[in-house]
């Protein structure tokens, strides 16, 4: 589905940023991901196949624009971006620290943005590509505790669609993920109560793997979807249809 196509992830050291990484190199990709830090498992990572990590602090614009430029030189070019950097910072809105919004807002908001303004251009000149950013059903449905994180979320599901009618006469194709609750290490220190009333809110009663996102994101990768863009792909076990 994959083969040979050169891959972008960012945040991609853990979580569902590894999952995307690893399913994308067993599917015969070239991958570079942008994180802070190294992935454990990049060991395991190269094992799978050609596999770079390049260091940086995507909130930041110098950064952000030095790695994904690094990036670039690595692969000689770029065919799919997957913007899941995320961080969450949750709290009620009233005891909201301004640093907290403006961190989570950088983080998952501001760094798709940067990512997006120069690959989109490569893109464009090769008239071809597919962007794909991780949002979630947050930034459809709200969640109390989290305004700064739903509104991240909601923002790139904004931005998405406004850049794939931008892009769409280039061969260049857009798309959103949003995925529900995902058994990630986010997820792992809930108490048991906690994640009992998560999955009552789950029509299939269970939480979803990052395996099942990573999937998604290979098929709005591959040539499977040529005729896609604009589109919000919920991945959520049913929890907001």
Excluded at 142 to 156: E, M, R, V
Excluded at 161 to 181: D, H, T, W
Aim: proline share 1%.
């Amino acid at each position: 589905m994959v083969a040979q196509k050169r891959i972008i992830v960012t945040g991609g050291s853990r979580g569902i940023g590894l999952a995307i990484v690893r399913k994308c190199l067993s599917g015969g990709a070239r991958v570079v991901y942008l994180s802070r830090s190294c992935s454990a498992e990049h060991d395991e990572l190269a094992e799978l196949g050609e596999v770079y990590w390049v260091e940086t602090d995507l909130a930041d614009e110098a950064s952000a624009d030095a790695a994904v430029k690094k990036a670039l030189e690595l692969l000689g070019g770029v065919d799919v971006l997957v913007n899941n950097a995320g961080i969450t910072r949750d709290g009620l809105l009233f005891r909201m620290k301004l640093d907290a919004w403006d961190e989570v807002l950088r983080v998952n908001l501001t760094s798709a943005f940067l990512t997006s303004r120069i690959i989109a251009r490569e893109m464009a000149k090769q008239r071809s590509g597919s962007i794909i950013s991780i949002s979630s059903v947050v930034g459809i449905s709200g969640n109390g505790g989290q305004t700064n994180y739903a509104a991240s979320k909601a923002g790139l599901i904004g931005f998405s669609k406004s850049l794939a009618k931008e892009v769409a006469s280039r061969g260049v194709r857009v798309n959103v993920i949003a995925p529900g609750f995902i058994q990630t290490e986010m997820t792992d220190v809930l108490k048991e109560e906690q994640k009992q009333a998560i999955l009552a809110q789950v029509p299939m009663g269970s939480l979803g793997r990052p395996e099942d996102v990573a999937g998604s994101v290979l098929f709005l990768a591959s040539d499977y979807s040529t005729y896609i863009t604009g589109q919000v792909l919920v991945v959520d076990g049913g929890m907001i249809t």
